[in-house]
């Protein structure tokens, strides 16, 4: 193949990401993923209230839902008028998720508009082949009946989406502390979003250790409930330090760690990141997933985060007290411990590669190394 041909297919096969915001806390996702650029994917931002969705400007697209029976005024925090309204515009949603391979659906779960609407859309993006995650927020414990709302609504996504990762906005206190509602709100905003964009960026642009969109369909293709821990570490044992934060304090109670069907490890950390800290942070969290079928991880390199360490870890297929159970992949067989091997050995690669001089000459043969460890990676 010659090299124009192989650069045409690069950028036909890229997959084409589209982001739904639902509802009011759904759209104010969508804005601030917007507000951070999110260069490979759509962003939609879709309400029954017109005077919300007059704000969010930042979207590729916006949709008033339900014009008929909503009549922009939202739904007062009923669920069924959301589906209702959705399902108005049905033939537009489709349209939009034409040609989509992931769709990130994005709400606070406990109204009406995004709790109704996003099993229709979530529906329309199973039907386009698309692979359907839905991110979502479970209302505080003080929201008493929004939080039964939320959990209806989780059970019922569960039949339509891949992955449904859910944050607990009553777990928001442990990871940033006792906030005013506003503050809470959009830490809770930060996390979906970031969640989303870290994963569109490491599948649409070249990182260190490159996740592809296969990989990911690897472990969210109906890995039901997904829990996610965020940690931050600096100094000396920063990498432990961000590991036991990460898996310490996830964002969703789970019953057991260890049961988890996937994972997906995200490290982020400033040139000064060596590759065997990646390789530790991966080793790490694999050891407290013992029963794990299937791991991916990517690595990125953000120049404003030198001296720190970040680790995103997300676990599939879990299961939380407050939701119970929901239908997800059920496979018994533990996985083999050399798994972890070739984790290693492609690091092992990887740091071969970077100990050639960067000079111009050298460039190629560096980036060959690196191109066969991060392929030899996905070969488990
Ligand atoms: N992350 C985040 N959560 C929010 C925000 N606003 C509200 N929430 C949470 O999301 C839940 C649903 O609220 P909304 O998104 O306003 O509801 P809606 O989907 O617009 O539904 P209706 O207004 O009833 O049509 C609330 O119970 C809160 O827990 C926000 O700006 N960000
Ligand atoms: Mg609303």
């Known amino acids: 193949m010659y090299k124009e041909e192989l650069l045409q297919k690069a950028k036909t096969s890229r997959p084409a990401v589209t982001v739904f915001g639902l509802g009011g806390a759904g759209c104010n996702i969508a804005t601030w993923i917007a507000d951070k650029k999110l260069t490979g994917g759509r962003i939609v931002a879709a309400n029954t209230d017109a005077s919300h969705l007059v704000s969010m400007t930042r979207a590729d697209k916006i949709m008033l839902l339900g014009e008929k029976l909503c009549k922009g005024h939202g739904c007062g925090g009923y669920p069924e008028r959301g589906a209702e309204a959705a399902k108005e515009n049905i033939s537009e949603i489709k349209q939009e998720l034409e040609g989509t391979n992931l769709l990130f659906l994005v709400a606070g779960l406990g109204g009406g508009s995004g709790t109704g609407a996003m099993p229709v859309v979530a529906a329309a993006g199973r039907e386009a082949g698309a692979l359907t995650i839905a991110c979502v927020t479970i209302p505080f414990t003080i929201e008493m009946s929004r939080r039964e709302k939320a959990?209806?609504?989780?059970?019922?996504?569960?039949?339509v989406c891949d992955s449904i990762v859910v944050i607990d906005n009553s777990k928001l206190r442990e990871v940033a502390g006792n906030l005013p509602l506003k503050d809470a709100l959009a830490v809770a905003n930060a996390l979906v979003g970031s969640f989303v964009k870290n994963?569109?960026?490491?599948?649409t642009q070249p990182s260190l250790v490159n996740l592809d969109y296969a990989?990911?369909?690897?472990v969210m293709e109906r890995g039901g409930i997904a829990s996610i821990g965020i940690g931050e570490g600096d100094g000396v044992n920063r990498v432990q330090k961000a590991v036991s934060q990460a898996l310490g304090t996830p964002l969703l109670d789970i019953m057991d760690i260890s049961t988890a069907y996937g994972v997906l490890i995200h490290i982020v950390g400033g040139e000064d990141m060596t590759l065997d800290e990646v390789a530790i942070a991966g080793e790490l969290i694999m050891d407290k997933v013992p029963n794990t079928k299937r791991v991916i991880w990517g690595a990125k390199v953000d120049q404003n985060l030198t001296g720190a360490v970040r680790v995103m870890a997300v676990l599939t297929g879990v299961t939380c007290p407050f939701i119970g159970e929901v239908a997800t992949k059920k496979e018994t067989a533990r996985?083999?411990?050399e798994v972890i091997k070739p984790l290693r050995e492609a690091m092992e690669q990887m740091a071969q590669a970077q100990e050639i001089p960067k000079s111009t000459g050298e460039k190629q043969s560096r980036m060959e190394i690196i191109k066969k460890a991060a392929v030899f990676s996905k070969e488990r």
């Open 151 to 159: 959990r209806d609504a989780i059970k019922s996504l569960a039949e």
């Open 215 to 218: 990989d990911l369909r690897a």
């Open 335 to 337: 996985i083999p411990k």
């Open 199 to 203: 994963l569109t960026d490491t599948i």
